[in-house]
């Protein structure tokens, strides 16, 4: 049986297209692939001693209120970040989120403040920020556009549509608009429990659907998985489509959360988002990754920034910290990743 490499994918490839079930064994191979995650493990571990630091050194740290208030905080970044996932373990990216996610908070913004139920207001939301990364998707996928240089212009024209809309000022969203911000039970608020749906819908798709497995598969070898049948700009679709929408839907929350909108709520979750993503195993090259990784890479973010925002640490300080955090996990993978294959004798 002839089976495709991913760093054979020339003649193979298509040798292995016309054999039944080629499909399917390729994607199962990206797919096993990219459950294997060499920095999770690690991360896991820091994060660990991070919060028993925490806890321990940083009175208030560990209280309830400050554990919701992390939690919420987290929960925006959460939300852009599955999208994000999605573009990069198909071995892309997603920088326009940082517009969109101020995008989506001003038209809902304006929508609801013009008398727009709400309900409709998020989805003319969702629907734009899925236009967006239909735009996306059309430059990369059938122009051919690098996604870096894509969704960096991208980025500059939603960021500048989101200022032109709310016209340079902070306008205010009425509480009635703001629900999605309202506690529920144990002083929950609501969105959180949208944002754990939302990380176990991403989850199924990514390891039980065929779309799921078609996306690690062009993530682990873009020109093998066309060479199996797979319509890669149709997939490109789907991922581009699905991150703006979210990232859409979190500017909706973060609205909800501070009830105003401006043209730069929310803009700093592009490299947020990354980070998360990559803390959590993922790999810049695509083909690995998944949600609980995403969910570990937020959570350790998020803990770094609420324990020194406790402490007062400045917060130019706390970007030095945060740059070094992303770093030295990196780092910490990467080692791993040569350590296993020097115990397997290939090679570094």
Same mark, same amino acid.
């Given at each position: 049986?002839?089976?495709?490499? !991913?760093?054979?994918?020339?003649?193979?490839?298509?040798?292995?297209?016309?054999?039944?079930?080629?499909?399917?064994?390729?994607?199962?191979?990206?797919?096993?692939?990219?459950?294997?995650?060499?920095?999770?493990?690690? %991360?896991?571990?820091?994060?660990?001693?991070?919060?028993?630091?925490?806890?321990?050194?940083?009175?208030?740290?560990?209280?309830?209120?400050?554990?919701?208030?992390?939690?919420?905080?987290?929960?925006?970044?959460?939300?852009?970040?599955? =999208?994000?996932?999605?573009?990069?373990?198909?071995?892309?990216?997603?920088?326009?989120?940082?517009?969109?996610?101020?995008?989506?908070? %001003?038209?809902?913004?304006?929508?609801?403040?013009?008398?727009?139920?709400?309900?409709?207001?998020?989805?003319?939301?969702?629907?734009?920020?899925?236009?967006? =990364?239909?735009?996306?998707?059309?430059?990369?996928?059938?122009?051919?556009?690098? +996604?870096?240089?894509?969704?960096?212009?991208?980025?500059?024209?939603?960021? =500048?549509?989101?200022?032109?809309?709310?016209?340079?000022?902070?306008?205010?969203?009425? +509480?009635?608009?703001?629900?999605?911000?309202?506690?529920? !039970?144990?002083?929950? +608020?609501?969105?959180?429990?949208?944002?754990?749906?939302?990380?176990?819908?991403?989850? #199924?798709?990514?390891?039980?659907?065929? #779309?799921?497995?078609?996306?690690?598969?062009?993530?682990?070898?873009?020109?093998?998985?066309?060479?199996?049948?797979?319509?890669?700009?149709?997939?490109?679709?789907?991922?581009?489509?699905?991150?703006?929408?979210?990232?859409?839907?979190?500017?909706?929350?973060?609205?909800?959360?501070?009830?105003?909108?401006?043209?730069?709520?929310?803009?700093?979750?592009?490299?947020?988002?990354?980070?998360?993503?990559?803390?959590?195993?993922?790999?810049?090259?695509?083909?690995?990754?998944?949600?609980?990784?995403?969910?570990?890479?937020?959570?350790?973010? =998020?803990?770094?920034?609420?324990?020194?925002?406790?402490?007062?640490? !400045?917060?130019?300080?706390?970007?030095?910290?945060?740059?070094?955090?992303?770093?030295?996990?990196?780092?910490?993978?990467?080692?791993?990743?040569?350590?296993?294959?020097?115990?397997?004798?290939?090679?570094?």
């Amino acid at each position: 049986m002839i089976t495709v490499d !991913p760093e054979v994918a020339g003649s193979q490839g298509k040798v292995e297209e016309r054999r039944p079930g080629g499909l399917r064994r390729l994607a199962r191979r990206s797919l096993v692939a990219g459950s294997r995650s060499p920095v999770t493990l690690g %991360v896991l571990v820091f994060y660990v001693a991070l919060v028993a630091f925490f806890w321990t050194a940083v009175p208030g740290f560990g209280t309830y209120s400050n554990t919701i208030t992390l939690l919420s905080s987290a929960s925006v970044v959460l939300i852009v970040s599955l =999208g994000q996932a999605l573009a990069i373990i198909s071995g892309g990216f997603d920088l326009s989120v940082g517009g969109v996610v101020p995008l989506g908070a %001003v038209i809902y913004a304006r929508l609801t403040n013009s008398g727009i139920d709400p309900v409709q207001a998020l989805a003319v939301v969702v629907l734009a920020g899925a236009a967006v =990364g239909a735009v996306n998707a059309f430059l990369i996928g059938r122009v051919g556009i690098n +996604p870096l240089i894509t969704t960096l212009g991208t980025l500059s024209i939603t960021g =500048g549509i989101a200022f032109t809309i709310a016209g340079g000022v902070t306008l205010a969203v009425d +509480p009635r608009a703001g629900r999605l911000g309202d506690a529920g !039970p144990g002083q929950i +608020p609501y969105y959180m429990f949208l944002a754990l749906l939302l990380s176990l819908a991403v989850h #199924f798709l990514l390891k039980r659907t065929v #779309f799921g497995r078609r996306i690690y598969t062009i993530g682990g070898n873009a020109e093998a998985a066309r060479l199996a049948g797979i319509r890669v700009d149709l997939v490109q679709f789907g991922i581009y489509m699905l991150a703006s929408a979210l990232a859409a839907f979190a500017g909706v929350v973060v609205a909800s959360q501070v009830l105003a909108a401006t043209g730069a709520l929310g803009s700093d979750t592009t490299l947020v988002s990354v980070a998360a993503v990559v803390l959590g195993g993922a790999a810049l090259t695509g083909g690995t990754g998944g949600v609980p990784g995403t969910l570990l890479g937020v959570l350790l973010l =998020g803990t770094v920034a609420d324990g020194m925002n406790i402490m007062r640490v !400045p917060a130019f300080y706390q970007q030095v910290v945060t740059g070094c955090v992303l770093l030295g996990a990196v780092a910490f993978g990467r080692l791993q990743e040569v350590w296993r294959a020097r115990s397997l004798g290939t090679g570094g």
